[in-house]
């Protein structure tokens, strides 16, 4: 159980790192590791050479632009865990990272890590498709933007070419008081999820819905967009049996199947794990409208 | 043969200079290179937590990093915790005290684990104990006694504010 012989590069601007990328053949780059290091002790990857973000500059932080925020694709999770401005601005985001790990993973594990390395289960990366986030790279021909829904291209691979670098992600952020709900079912706290659901809902005075995104992770190689539910809760009234007869419609949702769970299995969870995200996500509407 | 770099880290408070292979994780250089053995070896995988170290006050799976990433970092080890070479630690005195061990396998990635737990939050709830301790594995113990034992010495460390290492006031959050 030790890492494979590699050569070790440690840059210090996204620049150089770009520059080895377009260069170095077999290269795998090293964010938090908190998935990478275990793949090279069992010898899942074997690459010749391991680019280290660790040193690289400007890659850590969180700001807010335009009802968005930017978050720096070295930032570690912890920071985000831990951030005021997430909190306020993407509670959502913040609900779903206390669920990723432990606290030693998420002290060491990174936003660009988590969505490149796209484990179809990974919390962040359903954050990222409910919240119809950008992720900006950097290439030898520059900079350039791809939308979330776009980025999962296959099974655990991203839509970046072999010279490209993912530098940071947008996230835009929902009006205030909206309501938000993450829920996963897994075996054992701090395990990958096998099904989860995030909401996020918007409704005017009178209950009704104006704006809704439901998104469904470990169902498939990457997170699925509940769509029709979207636009089926769109101008209707939250109700516990609305809501239940709504979501049924996901126990049709292809799904894997696989050790941890049939796919059947997944459907119910889909369903059910949908239906208490929502109603969470609404009941957190009304609990802010009291204050 | 494997590249090599020289390396310098600070590990308890003393200062290392070495030259290690790229490839070696912070674990085994701790234990082979520096021969500080209380960090145990459980999966090498990032899943039992018994190489829990504190990385510049943080915890972190030591299997999980490569030695050459320690390099300008403070790393604080399980035989960093007592404050000199007779006394034992508050936290250490209630496990001895509460049975909070068996075989003591997993309990130096337990003890720094709690030692950033405590730090950030001195009066834990029975439950923020159960959850800050998730990303460790006992076999022996069923917890309980670990639970325990990790309540007494918030109580004790909030009675004697002393005796803490040089690592352990480490603020972390504004990176």
Known sequence: ?291 | MSETRTITVIVNGKRHNATVPVRITLADFLRHDLRLTGTHLGCEHGVCGACTVLFDGCSARACLMLAVQADGHEIMTVEGIPPDGKTLHPLQEAFRDNHGLQCGFCTPGILTTLIELLRENPDPSEEDIRIGISGNLCRCTGYHNIVVAALDAAKRMCQADDGRPATDDRRHNDR
């Open chain 1, 1 to 291: 159980m030790k890492p494979p012989v590699f050569s070790y590069h440690d840059p210090r601007t996204p620049a150089e790192v770009v520059d080895l990328l377009a260069t170095l053949d077999n290269v795998k780059l090293l964010a938090g590791g908190q998935s990478l290091m275990p793949m090279l002790n069992m010898r899942f990857v074997l690459p010749d050479h391991l680019i280290d973000l660790n040193c690289v500059e400007g890659l850590s932080y969180i700001r807010e632009i335009d009802g968005a925020l930017e978050i720096g694709a070295m930032t570690r999770q912890r920071d985000i865990e831990f951030s005021d401005l997430v909190r306020r601005r993407c509670p959502l985001m913040r609900e779903a990272i206390t669920q990723v790990g432990h606290r030693q993973i998420r002290n060491r594990g990174t936003l660009g890590g988590s969505l490149c390395h796209l484990d179809p289960a990974a919390e962040l990366v359903a954050v990222a498709a409910a919240l119809d986030a950008k992720v900006t790279v950097l290439g030898k021909s520059g900079m350039r933007e791809i939308d979330f829904a776009a980025f999962p291209v296959a099974y655990m691979t991203s839509a970046l070419q072999p010279d490209e670098l993912l530098t940071s992600v947008t996230f835009p952020c929902w009006a205030a008081g909206h309501g938000y709900a993450f829920i996963e079912f897994s075996r054992r706290h701090g395990d990958f999820a096998i099904v989860s659901a995030a909401a996020l809902l918007e409704e005017d005075k009178s209950g009704e819905v104006t704006r809704a995104s439901l998104t469904l992770g470990g169902m498939g190689p990457a997170p699925i967009r509940a769509h029709d539910v979207e636009r089926a809760l769109l101008g209707r009234a939250m109700t516990e049996k609305s809501v239940r007869e709504i979501c049924e419609s996901l126990r049709k949702i292809d799904a894997i199947d696989d050790i941890h769970a049939p796919a059947n299995y997944r459907q119910q969870l889909a369903a059910v794990l949908s239906r208490r995200a929502l109603l969470k996500a609404h009941e957190r509407i009304a609990a802010g409208a009291q204050k």
